[in-house]
């Protein structure tokens, strides 16, 4: 296997660069993206997400065996493709396969005989055979399991998590055939010291997929519905989610703002798939609607807590601090930090926001806000109430407290109950 694959990674986000480099310990892997500013920037071991170290990175691009390119010449000579592009969702929050399709394209256009590909991007169970295989032969001339064949094995990765890295993740995988099925399972094997689960067919595996953000967006849905009502009934929910813990069966999830590519979209993708076939999931999209409203109701609780304290709602200046769709990881795809500061704009607040780990130039490409620079003990000083909105460890160091002039709002209970004036 070692000295016959040729692996063409396509796509060099948060998925596809930890494993392309993985892979590219062992084998000719060659990582393809059509983001030239990406490729440049990872030739000179920069990665962006903050995924792999730029001593990891350079030492592998180093091997002789690893390479990155935006040119889909130089994967022509692959026989392995496995595509790890966004799968994202419309205004509409219906499914958006386009970056699937053009994938499903570019490998088409290079695909041989024997050759196989295999899809991580999440999906709703059947888009690989149905939507994709036909683009592949489409631009191939070749047969689906006569001349090449697909598998499916599901992402796990959690962008910004160093201890469940992907090699660490145990990996589902699928083929469609038995025989590409098993020769799919031995590949990642190869890699994954966690081991792998091949699963009985690739819609399993895509089903398999899509269930786990679907079951974490419903069980933080549920918190985010009990940290309403526990607020109603004047009881923190941090303190109720500790006690309840004590049981050993009890599902220890958190409130706070559901966004990302990954949690806050994928149950999109299944409630799509069962309209199509004639079912309205109730839970599911019930939980999205909560999930999508958390940002909203944070806003209104902060000018509720001005509104107690006597403070001139116009003339007040309100901190949040974080923007990112989760802590420690500079993604800021659908963040729904931007609800709350849109939301507190229309009472016409002067609303400003720091995050020291995202890209502040993607901030105003993608939302028009321009963040602050910096942020010191000083700064906080010069408003009326601080929102923790996302939990970076770094935040630990502005020593954040609450006092005569300062409110201070915590969304994920960073902070100790005595430092805030309210929590989530």
């Avoid at 660069?17 to 062992?26: D, H």
């Avoid at 630990?396 to 915590?410: P, T």
């Amino acid at each position: 296997m070692k000295n016959n694959t040729k692996i063409a990674i396509v796509g060099l986000g948060y998925v596809g660069l930890p494993l392309a480099v993985e892979f590219g310990k062992i084998y000719k892997t060659i990582g393809f993206d059509i983001n030239s500013q990406r490729v440049k920037e990872l030739k000179n071991a920069i990665d962006v997400t903050h995924e792999i170290e730029s001593d990891d990175l350079r030492k592998v691009l180093s091997n002789g065996n690893f390479s990155v390119t935006t040119d889909k010449n130089e994967i022509s000579e692959c026989n392995i493709y496995i595509v790890t592009v966004p799968t994202p969702i419309d205004k509409y929050n219906r499914p958006d396969l386009t970056p699937l399709f053009k994938a499903s394209e570019t490998v088409g256009t290079v695909l041989k005989k024997g050759d196989i590909v295999i899809y991580e991007s999440t999906v709703y169970p059947g888009a690989t055979e149905e939507e994709c295989v036909p683009v592949l032969e489409m631009f191939s001339s070749l047969k689906f399991n006569q001349d090449f064949f697909v598998g499916y094995s599901p992402e796990r990765i959690n962008p910004g998590d160093k201890k469940h890295t992907v090699t660490k993740i145990l990996k589902i995988t699928s083929g469609s055939t038995s025989e590409s099925a098993e020769y799919i399972d031995k590949l990642y094997k190869s890699i994954i010291s966690a081991g792998t689960f091949k699963a009985n067919s690739i819609k399993v595996a895509e089903a398999a997929k899509v269930i786990e953000n679907s079951q974490r967006d419903i069980n933080i849905a549920f918190i985010n519905e009990l940290a309403k009502i526990f607020n109603l009934l004047g009881i923190d929910t941090n303190e109720v989610i500790e006690a309840a813990a004590t049981k050993w069966n009890f599902l220890k999830f958190k409130p706070g703002l559901v966004g990302g590519h990954c949690i806050g979209v994928d149950p999109f993708y299944l409630a799509q798939k069962a309209q199509e076939v004639g079912y309205h999931p109730e839970i599911i999209l019930a939980g999205r609607r909560t999930n999508d409203g958390m940002g909203k109701y944070v806003a209104q609780e902060c000018i509720k807590l001005m509104i107690e304290s006597e403070l001139d709602i116009n003339k007040s200046k309100i901190l949040i601090l974080g923007f990112t769709f989760k802590e420690n990881c500079p993604d800021v795809r659908n963040t729904r930090v931007i609800d709350v500061y849109s939301e507190l704009k229309t009472f016409g607040t002067q609303v400003d926001v720091f995050d020291p780990v995202a890209d502040k130039f993607e901030i105003m490409k993608e939302y028009g806000i321009e963040i602050l620079s910096e942020c010191t003990r000083e700064t906080i000083n010069q408003y009326s109430v601080v929102i923790l909105a996302v939990a970076h460890d770094s935040f630990s160091e502005l020593q954040i407290r609450k006092n005569s002039g300062l409110l201070v709002y915590d969304v994920k209970g960073f902070l100790e109950k005595d430092f805030v004036s309210a929590r989530l």
